[in-house]
């Protein structure tokens, strides 16, 4: 009843910027837990940030914490990833997911709908 796309990954140098959007279909968008996860060569997929329903409660992956901001627009059914001062070790593909309890967590099981995934490379 979700769908979830990705967009706005990309090749950047290390310190630079990228800003990932996430669209979501459906009608309960605003009811949703929000979240992005990662997965990297060789590596787990891994948590990144999550948003709860209300955008009260963030929160993010202890390396990331402070470089990365989480956010939403429920109007235009977005979530959105800022990834600042990027990393080569930032390098992976980057999964939009919902939860429809809208709950957040750092839990890859708390999620119901995923997304396609968007490329985020960084060049040292």
């Known amino acids: 009843q979700v769908q979830l796309v990705e967009s706005g990954g990309g090749l950047v140098q290390a310190g630079g910027s990228l800003r990932l959007s996430c669209a979501a279909s459906?009608?309960?968008?605003?009811?949703?837990?929000m979240g992005w996860f990662r997965q990297a060569p060789g590596k787990e997929r891994e948590f990144v940030a999550a948003?709860?329903?209300?955008?009260?409660?963030?929160y993010y992956a202890d390396s990331m914490k402070g470089r990365f901001t989480i956010s939403r627009d429920n109007a235009k059914n977005t979530m959105y990833l800022q990834l600042n001062s990027l990393k080569p070790e930032d390098t992976a593909v980057y999964y939009c997911?919902?939860?429809?309890?809208?709950?957040?967590?750092?839990?890859?099981?708390?999620?119901?709908?995923w997304g396609q995934g968007t490329q985020v490379t960084v060049s040292s």
């Open positions: 948003i709860d329903w209300s955008a009260s409660i963030t």
């Open positions: 997911t919902a939860a429809k309890t809208g709950v957040a967590s750092r839990a890859p099981s708390n999620y119901d709908y």
């Open positions: 459906g009608r309960t968008f605003s009811s949703y837990a």
